[in-house]
């Protein structure tokens, strides 16, 4: 499961956005890191669908299961949790800046932006 969302810290890098201009310049960039949080969603999934899969396999004594659930869940299952109700979060941030940049170019004539200011 690592190496599915091993990528996540490219994807944040590339989608980061300092300034308004940034949005309207690299719209194409939002978009792609969208389709990869999206594409990083599903290869969690997988993963941690094959993961709960092996574990379903296991046969164990009683003691050790025990054991073994707890760090389960606290190795596997919490950080994929934790991963899938973030993407969609992550996700819609991106979406609503991809929004921003929809808005002031169908404004551009109403609006006027000169490094961190905007002017209407």
Same mark, same amino acid.
């Not at 990528?7 to 939002?30: C, E, F, H, Y």
């Not at 899969?53 to 190795?75: E, F, H, N, S």
């Given at each position: ?40 969603? +599903?290869?969690? %999934?997988?993963?941690?669908?094959? @993961? !709960?899969?092996? $574990?379903?396999? *296991?046969? #164990? ?9 707890? +760090?389960?869940? %606290?190795?596997?299952?919490?950080? @994929? !949790?934790?991963? $899938?109700?973030? *993407?969609? #979060? ?18 551009? @004539? ?11």
């Amino acid at each position: 499961m690592d190496a599915s969302v091993k990528p996540l810290a490219g994807i944040m890098q590339k989608g980061a956005v300092r300034s308004l201009n940034d949005i309207l310049t690299r719209r194409d960039d939002l978009k792609n890191v969208q389709t990869s949080i999206n594409d990083m969603g +599903a290869a969690l %999934k997988e993963q941690k669908a094959k @993961a !709960d899969a092996a $574990r379903a396999q *296991l046969k #164990q004594p009683d003691d050790l299961k025990a054991v073994y659930d707890k +760090a389960y869940d %606290k190795t596997v299952s919490l950080p @994929a !949790d934790t991963f $899938r109700d973030v *993407l969609p #979060q992550l996700n819609a941030t991106f979406d609503s800046s991809l929004k921003i940049a929809d808005y002031v170019d169908a404004h551009k @004539a109403q609006i006027e932006i000169s490094g961190s200011i905007v002017k209407t």
